[in-house]
């Protein structure tokens, strides 16, 4: 159970173009998910948190109007990367986390987003 | 500034070796403790995780951590390494919300 996929699994885009990355709970309703970015060699740097139903709130830093949140259902949240630049290539993970709660995350496979 | 500390970047060990991961976190207050695993090529995995009670905590694939809240530690354990076990391990904090916040990660690499 708790599993959480992504979509697609890498993507290549040109620069100035927008990209949207799907991340769904497969076996449970999410009432929270959560836009990571990883760097090589990094850690992952939360993005933004995202509730079902309502806007989602960004992490000090991130461009709310870059990077567009949208978690319509319970068990869908899509990440938007507008006017995509090449300093935007990176790779997104989203988790969800249901409502049995206790700050668990299930985590997705990650997104592989290069910009040209 | 508030941040989770893994101050191994990389460790290398022969299998059944003895393994220790340090972690030490700067927030404040009641917190809740997590290690991942992100083997290669695969997502995160949840390896264990620390919210009360016993400090000692114990989790999948042979791994324990123990939780000194004198040290703001979460240190990761493991007897005997296996080659499976070559991964990248995070330590993650959750500091009062529920937002993850993650250490910088520890590649670990096991030789047969």
């Known amino acids: 159970g708790a599993v959480v996929s992504q979509h697609p699994s890498w993507v290549i885009c040109k620069s100035g173009t927008s990209v949207k990355i799907e991340c769904r709970s497969l076996?449970?309703?999410?009432?929270?998910m959560f836009w990571y970015r990883q760097f090589p060699k990094q850690s992952l740097m939360l993005m933004a948190t995202?509730?079902?139903?309502?806007?989602?709130?960004?992490e000090q830093g991130v461009e709310k109007d870059k990077f567009l949140i949208n978690h319509a259902s319970l068990t869908l949240s899509t990440l938007t990367v507008t006017s995509a630049h090449p300093e935007d290539s990176s790779f997104y993970i989203c988790?969800?986390?249901?409502?049995?709660?206790?700050?668990?995350?299930?985590f997705g496979p990650g997104t592989r987003l290069t910009v040209t | 500034a508030q941040s989770v500390s893994q101050h191994n970047h990389h460790v290398i060990l022969s299998e059944a070796a003895s393994l220790e991961l340090g972690c030490n976190y700067s927030y404040g207050g009641t917190v809740n403790l997590f290690w991942y695993v992100q083997y290669p090529g695969q997502h995160l995995q949840l390896l264990l995780k620390y919210f009360s009670g016993d400090p000692l905590v114990k989790g999948i694939k042979g791994f324990e951590a123990e939780f000194i809240k004198s040290k703001f530690s979460f240190n990761l354990r493991k007897p005997s390494v296996q080659w499976s076990d070559t991964a990248e391990y995070f330590c993650a904090v959750t500091p009062n919300t529920d937002k993850l916040i993650f250490g910088t990660g520890t590649r670990l690499q096991v030789f047969p």
């Open positions: 995202s509730n079902e139903g309502s806007k989602a709130t960004y």
């Open positions: 988790s969800a986390r249901g409502d049995g709660g206790a700050y668990e995350q299930y």
């Open positions: 076996d449970f309703q999410a009432t929270t």
